[in-house]
């Protein structure tokens, strides 16, 4: 019984020191949010031999305000990132804290350069998440991160959203984290990709903007002139009733200037994506392209792929897909890559109207609508697998293929084998009945 008390005691002395330990070995600098800059993004432009930092920081606000937290955007400069981090403390004295940043963002000019010279940091940062996002742009990353977007005021935040995981299981982004951009830049290929982020209009033209501005302004020219000489007349004769009623109209014009500001604000796209070799970008793949790369590299649900045919449009709904890659050396010691797709879909949409039995059934597809599409998805498939050899990027991943599974070609063929590769693409389209 006294040995059985002892070991309880024990116990609950390991304990006791256990939890002291990591009591006093917490950060507690992240609690201090007054001295603390927390930061939600991070976007990286080169000029020269420096770095120009543009850091998206959340600011806490009082909550008599009617919102919890602000973003501020802040640029510093320096030799390496972290120097540029170090500038944040000296001018604003908070010490900015990556625990929450889940976005990098890498301008045009640090794209042209090898982008590991600034990643670096971030990944041997100890608090920066290996999940965070990671883009570039054809423009300075401060400017994108700068644009007040119509979906919402933080750039960080509508940028993720379009980068979220949602859009890379339909198909329409190529999102890329820092973990695997890292993995494909420090593997023997040497390559990866990231999506490029881009900002459009809100609302899209139809037809020439002097014709749709024209037709509206034309259209009601005599009614608002006549409007506009009563109210100029109406205004002259009781400047003391326009006066009075001055609040009213200026809270009119304050919500015509915040229509317009709103009509005004764009959306970000990142359809497109930038190839990379060895840190640098050498290459971009179209809209049509990434999708394609897409259906080889995830798995696509409810993806929407439209096929013309016979001058109409077939719009179908690729429910799943089942990609396979096999790699092998032949006896001519050439390097060959056989993928096939096999994707299930349905009919989503027809650019003609149909018979009321033929839009009830999903699975009622128009003849000949599947063949046009698995020659298509070929086509496509195959011209990103060029695309990616002409620039020297290894996107699908063929000198790593050579070295899990064909060992003892690696030394000889690693340097040829992404020019020496026989390419086979077979797409297999089938009806989800």
Not at 7 to 26: C, E, K, Q
Not at 58 to 68: E, F, L, N, V
Not at 123 to 145: I, P
Not at 361 to 375: I, L, M, W
């Amino acid at each position: 019984m006294a040995s059985h008390n002892k070991n309880t005691v024990r116990y609950y002395i390991l304990i006791v020191i256990t939890l002291a330990f990591l009591f006093f070995s917490n950060d507690f600098g992240l609690l201090d949010v007054q001295k603390t800059a927390i930061v939600l993004a991070v976007g990286v432009d080169r000029e020269d031999d420096s770095f120009i930092l543009t850091s998206q920081i959340a600011i806490p606000q009082d909550s008599k305000q009617g919102k919890a937290t602000e973003t501020v955007q802040l640029v510093s400069r320096g030799k390496t990132i972290a120097d540029a981090f170090e500038e944040i403390n000296a001018k604003t004295g908070w010490y900015p804290k990556l625990v929450f940043c889940n976005l990098i963002l890498l301008g045009n000019k640090t794209a042209e350069r090898n982008v590991f010279d600034a990643l670096d940091f971030f990944l041997r940062d100890e608090y920066l998440s290996d999940n965070c996002l990671v883009a570039t742009c054809d423009v300075a990353a401060k400017d994108l991160l700068n644009t007040s977007a119509l979906v919402d005021p933080s750039a960080s935040v509508a940028i993720q959203k379009v980068l979220s995981a949602h859009a890379e299981r339909v198909g329409t982004v190529l999102p890329s984290t820092l973990r695997e951009f890292a993995i494909g830049y420090f593997s023997e290929s040497s390559s990866g990709f990231l999506p490029v982020l881009k900002t459009r209009p809100q609302q899209e033209q139809i037809g020439s903007d002097t014709s749709s501005s024209g037709s509206s302004s034309g259209s009601s020219s005599s009614g608002s002139s006549e409007q506009n000489s009563e109210q100029s007349g109406s205004n002259s004769e009781s400047s003391q009733d326009s006066s009075s009623q001055g609040g009213q109209g200026g809270g009119q014009d304050s919500q015509k200037s915040q229509n317009k500001q709103g009509n005004d604000k764009p959306v970000f796209s990142a359809g497109e994506t930038a190839l990379f070799s060895e840190g640098r970008r050498v290459g971009t793949l179209t809209e049509e392209e990434s999708f394609a790369f897409g259906a080889v590299k995830n798995k696509l649900r409810l993806a929407a792929y439209s096929v013309e045919q016979a001058n109409k449009i077939s719009t179908l709904t690729l429910k799943r897909n089942s990609p396979k890659i096999r790699f092998t050396v032949g006896k001519n010691e050439r390097p060959c890559l056989k993928i096939t797709v096999t994707v299930s879909a349905g009919m989503l949409d027809y650019s003609a109207s149909q018979r009321l039995e033929d839009i009830a059934d999903v699975g009622d597809v128009p003849r000949g609508v599947f063949a046009q599409a698995e020659k298509k998805l070929a086509a496509e498939i195959t011209r990103v697998f060029e695309k990616s050899r002409a620039c020297g990027c290894d996107l699908f991943g063929i000198v790593e293929y050579l070295q899990k599974y064909e060992k003892e070609h690696f030394h000889a063929l690693k340097d040829t084998a992404l020019d020496g590769t026989i390419l086979d693409v077979e797409v297999k389209f089938q009806n989800v009945r």
